[in-house]
């Protein structure tokens, strides 16, 4: 997907920056989950400054166009929101570190069905940890 990037900031409410139009080209071109330091190492001079990134990372969680895949010892990840709404796990090696998108796994886990709870339910984030297929023997 390569067209719509103003027009999705636009309808999200958000004012059109070319720094936020290529973090979310980024994230749309990026496979798997990334942080505020690699979004600012691969958008390089593309982004405006480190705090210009976050802040526009914040936002496109805020409206919607992105969301946090994982948080992993104080680091937060950010992905695009997919299209179609639908949410995946993620997995988290302890050996390298990276975060994976688990697309074909489903978080079935079922919420409170009413209640306080229900209604207080924004969204499920479920990571699981272990070895990569890259670090297993
Ligand atoms: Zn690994
Ligand atoms: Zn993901």
């Not at 994976?100 to 209604?119: D, K, V, Y």
Request: charged share 20%; with cysteine.
């Amino acid at each position: 997907m390569v067209v719509g990037y103003p027009d999705a900031l636009r309808r999200a409410g958000l004012r059109v920056t070319q720094p936020r139009v290529e973090l979310l080209s980024l994230l749309d071109c990026i496979p798997e989950p990334i942080t505020h330091g690699d979004a600012v190492k691969l958008l390089g001079d593309k982004g405006g400054d480190p705090a210009t990134t976050y802040r526009n990372l914040i936002r496109l969680v805020d409206v919607g166009l992105a969301r946090i895949a994982s948080v992993v010892g104080g680091v937060t990840y950010f992905e695009r929101m997919s299209t179609d709404g639908k949410q995946h796990p993620h997995f988290h090696c302890q050996k390298c570190g990276t975060i994976s998108c688990l697309q074909e796994a489903q978080i079935t886990s079922a919420p409170p069905p009413s209640g306080p709870w229900n209604e207080a339910l924004q969204e499920a984030r479920l990571t699981f940890v272990g070895r990569c297929p890259n670090c297993r023997p």
